[in-house]
């Protein structure tokens, strides 16, 4: 078992940065791909960004080019830079990872993030 704990979340005005960092609470237990997923009042939980443990990364078509999602296995803690934010990405954020040769999912509590005009 594993706990993920994000954190970096708060209020901006649009067209500033966050950086999201999300850690797990054991640093030896193995997790393959790790996400960040967000969820707006109203809507769907979406895909934001994913990252595999050789570092090959996918995003989700309206954050390409402003988000950034890194990771550092030493720590297992995955990072989300986010720049040129928009009042659309207000939201709350979540941590995702998948427990190594599993389809075992972990998820963070998330953090709030709030674009202002």
């Known amino acids: 078992q594993v706990q993920l704990a994000e954190s970096g979340g708060g209020l901006v005005q649009a067209g500033g940065s966050l950086r999201l960092s999300c850690a797990a609470s054991r640093s030896n237990f193995r997790l393959s791909v790790m996400a960040w997923y967000r969820q707006a009042p109203g809507k769907q939980r979406e895909l934001v960004a994913v990252?595999?443990?050789?570092?090959?990364?996918n995003y989700g078509d309206s954050v390409k080019g402003r988000f950034t999602i890194s990771r550092d296995n030493a720590k297992n803690a995955v990072y989300l830079q986010m720049n040129s934010l928009k009042t659309e990405d207000t939201a709350v954020y979540y941590c995702?990872?998948?427990?190594?040769?599993?389809?075992?999912?972990?998820w963070g509590q998330g953090t709030q993030v709030t674009v202002s005009s």
């Open positions: 990252i595999t443990s050789g570092g090959v990364t």
């Open positions: 995702k990872g998948r427990a190594w040769g599993s389809e075992l999912d972990y």
